[in-house]
């Protein structure tokens, strides 16, 4: 019986643990949104104002929850302050909106820079030999727990929402991936099933690389082609920002992300509109 006494120990000490968590998350979910953070989303993220009253009290609960939770470092010399913090929790979150209340539970810390930076790689060539060059990239995602981001491509992807390109949903989108265990284009499913979501994303990432390297004019941003995982991020980029011609396009594609985020970004964007006007400033 006393050799037992350290398993039941454990036992209620992860209980304790998670339902500490859980009231933890609840309290701040409770707690006023800040004045200045509420300006910054509706002056600097212009998505906002088209999401549901529903859509953006839920958005600034989970903000709440990001922010208490993650950490933010600045990298070469950024100061980082509340917009910079604000906005990238937004756009985070927007792809959480009806996924629950688990915020990256894996995510520890955000880096950013103030532009692309530069990072080395090893990479393997036809002919087996290793080489190693350098390239200037807009964010990364690590499974370490930390996302690293180039602030000026997080401002031009806050201020034109319509553009298919957003480093932040990229990212966070291999977060999400990454949840599976594996970045693999494949993140948890509970909506979709596994058959439909494999034929599907096959069938598109295939035709993405053969439209690819024809040079043919693709909805998608052809940076979608380099594997499943990237095909997975851009198409969640495409899906928010560009919902319409994605429709078009690949509708069994945005049927699937539909399912998976439980929400349709049609309802935010005027069909033919083309830019979206936010402001952030350095």
Known sequence: MIALLPLVAAI???FVYFYYVKWRDQWVRSRPFPE???????AALDVYSCLSLQEQRRLRQLILVFLARKRFYGCAGLVVTDQMRVIIAAEACLLLLNHGWAVYPKLSSILI????????????????VVKSSEHHVLGESWGNGRVILSWDDVKNGATDFTDGHNVVLHEFAHQLDAESGTTNGAPPLRHNTYKSWSKVFTENFEDLRERSRRHQTTVMDTYGATNPAEFFAVATE????EPHQLYDRRPEL???LCHYYQLDPRNWHRKGATHAAGTLSE
Not at 36 to 42: I, K, Q, V
Not at 238 to 241: Q, Y
């Open 12 to 14: 209620v000490a992860i």
């Open 238 to 241: 495409t899906f928010f920002e």
């Open 113 to 128: 820079y103030p532009s692309a930076f530069r990072v080395k790689r090893e990479e393997l060539q036809a002919d087996g």
């Open 36 to 42: 200045e953070w509420l300006a910054c989303l509706t």
């Open 254 to 256: 945005y049927d699937e």
